[in-house]
């Protein structure tokens, strides 16, 4: 793909797209009474996805857009973690059943930050309150710095089936730019630690465009990588946007690389992944073969959520913890975002709703259009269009836009199918937004579209 179109189209900040509408667009009008009467409607046979967020970690890293905050006690977690349990309860009372559940992850912050006894207890309450199959994946986000072999011991013992451990780069230089020492003896020592504890599936997460990242290092990071064969790599481009995220003014900006070069970057991990035999799952995630997402990529039955591309194909996610989202069928709900105050809320036996969004039938039919794309890179616009009786010119939001893009041979659309061009995948982003009939009015800050 030219390099004229990183240029054009990279700079643009658009959403993510792991939910339509995205959480800028989520107001006070849902509530906890909306949440509770969603809860009570989940279907006795419906499974369902739990996220929970655990919001501390020992050091900050400056990239982090995360919810997270720095403790060195473990006092705080402890009292955390019995706020999580009882938001559990609180749920499960709420649905009046154990609700059968397909897949767990635990994501942060880092949850590995709890003592081995008190993450067997977290999800000891989990499997009270919810009917855990027996086959369900059961993921956590893990910083390889700090895990200790009693920790790995225990996620192994608790179920845990699969690690996602966030590396971002070797380059010591680069680590030095972004507060993120890790060696590579420490991370082999972790994903070693994790298979001996009966943890098989290892996911990596990279980022490119940091502070004085090059395409170099970029690909020897790759190869380190390539050595510790995990089943998965997520890519992601590094969002700087220090007015969100304070701590990211520690990063020196005239460091860090433009769009054209964020856009090599990319690229050159790209190539290099499928070159080592990764199948490239939508824009930014990379599996073996055999692995379930390159599965669901294959078949057709990808999906997109708050953690990325996913083959969980349950319809009702329910978040625990301060920030926490969850979706339900109706909509969307967030949880208080300080830790103060969602625990002020538990501890009065409320759920800890703080927000949210009620889907109408034109977000359904935007946000599958989205999705679509952002999974398969094409979509049918004609059958779409045709299920939820509207006439297939109504699915388009921006025209100069998709113009643009078809003019650019970014994108194609042929008797009502719109597909991404081969090399195009890293502009699906902006494809996407072309259908988003909320984003005209956003006044939020997003990422860069590359």
């Known amino acids: 793909m030219r390099p004229d179109l990183a240029k054009s189209y990279g700079q643009h900040r658009l959403p993510r797209y792991t939910s339509y509408p995205t959480a800028p667009h989520f107001s006070m009008l849902v509530c906890e009474s909306d949440y509770q009467t969603w809860l009570k409607s989940l279907g006795a046979q419906q499974s369902a996805s739990i996220y929970v967020h655990v919001p501390f970690c020992r050091s900050m890293c400056w990239y982090c857009g995360c919810h997270t905050s720095v403790t060195k006690r473990q006092e705080p977690i402890a009292i955390y973690a019995a706020g999580l349990r009882t938001e559990a309860y609180l749920v499960a009372e709420t649905v009046g059943r154990r609700q059968p559940i397909s897949h767990i992850h635990f994501g942060g912050g880092t949850p590995t930050i709890m003592t081995p006894e008190t993450f067997a207890d977290l999800v000891s309450s989990l499997r009270y309150c919810f009917a855990v199959l027996p ?7 893990i910083d390889p710095r700090m895990l200790s072999e009693p920790m790995a011991e225990a996620l192994g013992y ?29 991370t082999a020592t972790s994903v070693d630690r994790l298979r001996r504890a009966g943890v098989e599936r290892i996911n990596f997460d990279l980022l490119y465009g940091l502070p004085l990242q090059t395409v170099a290092s970029c690909l020897d990071t790759v190869a380190k990588c390539l050595d510790l064969h995990p089943d998965r790599f997520s890519v992601f481009g590094y969002a700087h946007i220090p007015s969100f995220k304070k701590h990211q003014r520690k990063i020196d900006a005239s460091a860090l690389p433009d769009s054209v070069t964020r856009h090599h970057q990319s690229e050159t991990i790209a190539k290099a992944l499928v070159d080592a035999g990764y199948v490239r799952v939508g824009i930014d ?8 997402l390159a599965q669901a990529r294959r078949e057709g039955w990808l999906r997109r959520n708050f953690q990325g591309y996913t083959d969980d194909s349950a319809d009702a996610l329910i978040g625990l913890g301060a920030s926490a989202i ?43 259009i989205i999705e679509r794309i952002m999974c398969d890179l094409a979509v049918d616009l004609s059958e779409t269009s045709r299920r939820y009786g509207r006439d297939p010119s109504s699915a388009v939001v921006d025209r100069y836009r998709l113009d643009s893009l078809i003019a650019d041979g970014v994108v194609a659309i042929d008797d009502g199918q719109l597909s991404v061009a081969a090399g195009a995948e890293f502009l699906a982003r902006a494809v996407a937004s072309a259908f988003d009939a909320h984003l005209p009015r956003s006044g939020a800050i997003h990422s860069q579209a590359v």
Not at 160 to 171: E, K, M, T
Not at 328 to 357: C, P, W
């Open 135 to 141: 086959d369900a994946e059961i993921a956590v986000e």
């Open 158 to 186: 608790c179920g845990v089936s699969r690690a996602s451990l966030g590396i971002q780069s070797f380059d010591p230089v680069v680590q030095q730019g972004i507060n993120r020492l890790q060696s590579f003896g420490q």
């Open 285 to 292: 995630h990379f599996a073996l073969p055999d692995d379930n």
């Open 326 to 368: 969850g979706r339900m069928q109706q909509g969307f709900v967030a949880n208080a975002v300080s830790t103060k105050h969602y625990l002020a809320r538990i501890a009065e036996d409320r759920l800890a709703t703080a927000k949210g969004y009620l889907l109408t039938d034109d977000d359904r039919f935007h946000g599958e």
